[in-house]
């Protein structure tokens, strides 16, 4: 499993008794580290099963200065591991970004955002870029279709932007999955259409030589 995202859970002493803290989030005040504990692992069980597959976590408390890693399930295991993997190396930085984007891109009235997101990927700001995406994605869906050039185009650039951070593989390939799968139907409908316009130039063609 990848080694982020890893969270961080932690038990610290207040004025008068202890606090539980998440990515430095307030979860819980109280006296007794137990419950405070139960408290972290139910959070961490939540956060999985939203994930729908594993995560990370390391935790520490005032008691104990080394921290602890686990591995917390959907279904509630919480699992010691030893240590902690070493996060991938960062993407290296394009030696020479594009100017222009890759595609024709969107009608006039979102040429924009259109620019606003390929701007981002140029200033490696790849997570603005993908919402910058995402948010043209959505309305030009809502303007089109889901199967419009417009809309795969917008779609390829989210997808072709959320393969660069390399964050989150799974939720990457699903991406990429719908991306192929939306080229493919586009493309059939284009065929399809093809066809029906040659079977019908043949009719054409057939009923003037007829009349001739």
């Given at each position: 499993?990848?080694?982020?995202?890893?969270?961080?859970?932690?038990?610290?002493?207040?004025?008068?008794?202890?606090?539980?803290?998440?990515?430095?989030?307030?979860?819980?005040?109280?006296?007794?580290?137990?419950?405070?504990?139960?408290?972290?692992r139910d959070k961490l069980?939540?956060?999985?099963?939203?994930?729908?597959?594993?995560?990370?976590?390391?935790?520490?408390?005032?008691?104990?200065?080394?921290?602890?890693?686990?591995?917390?399930?959907?279904?509630?295991?919480?699992?010691?591991?030893?240590?902690?993997?070493?996060?991938?190396?960062?993407?290296?930085?394009?030696?020479?970004?594009?100017?222009?984007?890759?595609?024709?891109?969107?009608?006039?009235?979102?040429?924009?955002?259109?620019?606003?997101?390929?701007?981002?990927?140029?200033?490696?700001?790849?997570?603005t870029g993908v919402r910058?995406?995402?948010?043209?994605?959505?309305?030009?869906?809502?303007?089109?279709?889901?199967?419009?050039?417009?809309?795969?185009?917008?779609?390829?650039?989210?997808?072709?932007?959320?393969?660069?951070?390399?964050?989150?593989?799974?939720?990457?390939?699903?991406?990429?999955?719908?991306?192929?799968?939306?080229?493919?139907?586009?493309?059939?409908?284009?065929?399809?259409?093809?066809?029906?316009?040659?079977?019908?130039?043949?009719?054409?063609?057939?009923?003037?030589?007829?009349?001739?």
């Amino acid at each position: 499993m990848p080694a982020t995202p890893l969270y961080s859970l932690v038990i610290s002493p207040t004025g008068d008794g202890l606090v539980l803290t998440l990515d430095g989030q307030v979860l819980a005040y109280g006296a007794d580290p137990g419950e405070l504990r139960a408290a972290g692992r139910d959070k961490l069980i939540i956060l999985a099963a939203l994930a729908g597959r594993p995560i990370r976590a390391r935790a520490t408390e005032p008691d104990s200065p080394a921290p602890w890693w686990m591995i917390v399930t959907p279904d509630g295991g919480v699992h010691d591991v030893p240590s902690h993997p070493a996060p991938p190396l960062p993407p290296p930085r394009p030696a020479a970004p594009p100017s222009v984007p890759p595609h024709a891109g969107p009608p006039e009235v979102h040429r924009e955002t259109w620019a606003f997101l390929w701007a981002a990927h140029a200033a490696g700001d790849l997570p603005t870029g993908v919402r910058h995406a995402h948010r043209l994605e959505v309305e030009l869906e809502t303007a089109h279709g889901p199967r419009h050039p417009y809309t795969i185009t917008a779609l390829t650039a989210r997808a072709w932007l959320t393969l660069c951070q390399r964050t989150d593989p799974a939720a990457t390939a699903d991406l990429l999955i719908t991306t192929a799968l939306r080229r493919w139907l586009r493309s059939r409908e284009v065929a399809a259409l093809d066809q029906q316009f040659g079977q019908q130039s043949a009719i054409l063609s057939a009923a003037d030589a007829h009349e001739k």
